[in-house]
């Protein structure tokens, strides 16, 4: 099955600087690849997606960029807000075939600290 | 648009009981609904994929019969933890994909969770 790696653990920035969080994966096969954001308690909250056959995504701060060669995707967070602070998961699956539905294969989260 | 819910929020029941989660897509229709677990501090991990009108499918070493899943609707999945044990306490959570006329979008939509606590 598919497994996916996520880096950094921890990851602590200055407010207005940037964050980068990568993950790879194993299955060559997925091809849709989500990032959620999950505050302590809460759900996850879906901030950006990207499926296999787009390289890069943007959302006003968010970007997310995707090599299928290296099988690995990162999330860009450009000028850091204290409510970015969080963690984040990173997740693969096959994404909606047709015929059939396939869950998420989440990475094990970033904590992603904004230091004012 | 696109909400999930869940209920209840939080239980606390006794060793050996059986406790229902109810899974709800408010404003779309979801064939499919997906059921996760989260440990304090870890990830999320797939439990099981919820099909609306047949059998679930449960990932590897997730018991079938101790995590009874019924989707009888397409708004409406439960999950039932049967004769639940400490070690069963966790954040379940569950997500839907959004139908969209015959297609299915990949983006999943989580509820907002549920805490087990086990005595």
């Known amino acids: 099955g598919e497994n996916v790696e996520q880096h950094p653990s921890t990851l602590s920035v200055q407010e207005g600087d940037s964050a980068v969080i990568k993950c790879t994966y194993s299955?060559?096969?997925?091809?849709?690849f989500p990032w959620y954001k999950q505050e302590l308690g809460k759900r996850p909250q879906l901030i950006i997606d990207i499926r296999s056959n787009v390289g890069e995504k943007k959302d006003q701060r968010i970007a997310v960029t995707l090599n299928k060669t290296a099988k690995h995707f990162s999330l860009h967070i450009t000028e850091t807000q204290p409510e970015d602070s969080a963690v984040y998961f990173c997740a693969a699956s096959l994404g909606w075939t047709g015929g059939g539905a396939d869950g998420l294969t989440f990475g094990k989260g970033t904590h992603l600290i904004i230091q004012p | 648009g696109a909400v999930v819910s869940q209920h209840p929020s939080r239980v606390i029941c006794k060793s050996g009981t059986s406790v229902k989660i109810e899974c709800r897509s408010l404003d779309f229709q979801a064939t499919t609904m997906f059921w996760y677990r989260q440990f304090p501090k870890q990830s999320l991990m797939l439990m099981a994929t919820?099909?609306?009108?047949?059998?679930?499918?449960?990932e590897q070493g997730v018991e079938k019969d101790k995590f009874l899943i019924n989707h009888a609707s397409l708004t409406l999945s439960t999950l039932t933890v049967t004769s639940a044990h400490p070690e069963d306490s966790s954040f379940y959570i569950c997500?839907?994909?959004?139908?969209?006329?015959?297609?299915?979008?990949?983006?999943?939509?989580f509820g907002p969770g549920t805490r087990l606590t086990v005595l």
């Open positions: 299955d060559s096969a997925s091809n849709y």
């Open positions: 919820s099909n609306e009108g047949s059998k679930a499918t449960y």
């Open positions: 997500s839907a994909r959004d139908l969209v006329g015959s297609l299915s979008t990949d983006t999943q939509y």
